[in-house]
């Protein structure tokens, strides 16, 4: 059984910034890509950031040069960390990861959750 538990969402004013992070926990052989999405109320999900096993990064346009990527792998842990947030940002936030198990099956892992709410 694997597991991701995202944390570090909540209400930011405009400019602000967050630290969002993701633990894998579980029958864990190796994570491979992890990333970020959002979704925003009506609209569908979309990539916000993404790092792979080897540390290679790729952003959306829209959060290029203000959110950061990172990962923990002896923590089994990604990061983002937002600055200055604009409304914009606001959505849920979802932690994905490639994750493969004891039994060299690999599959694709969804957080719950995260709310991110930028707002004055």
């Known amino acids: 059984q694997v597991q991701l538990v995202e944390s570090g969402g909540g209400l930011v004013q405009p400019g602000g910034s967050l630290r969002l992070s993701c633990v894998a926990s579980g029958t864990i052989f190796r994570i491979n890509g992890m990333g970020w999405y959002q979704q925003a109320p009506g609209k569908q999900r979309e990539l916000v950031a993404r790092?792979?096993?080897?540390?290679?990064?790729e952003y959306a346009d829209s959060v290029k040069g203000r959110f950061t990527i990172s990962r923990d792998n002896a923590k089994n842990t990604v990061y983002l960390q937002m600055n200055t947030l604009k409304p914009e940002d606001t959505a849920v936030y979802y932690c994905?990861?490639?994750?493969?198990?004891?039994?060299?099956?690999?599959?694709?892992?969804w957080g719950q959750g995260t709310q991110v709410t930028v707002s004055s």
């Open positions: 994905n990861a490639g994750i493969v198990n004891m039994k060299l099956q690999n599959y694709d892992y």
């Open positions: 790092i792979s096993s080897s540390g290679s990064t």
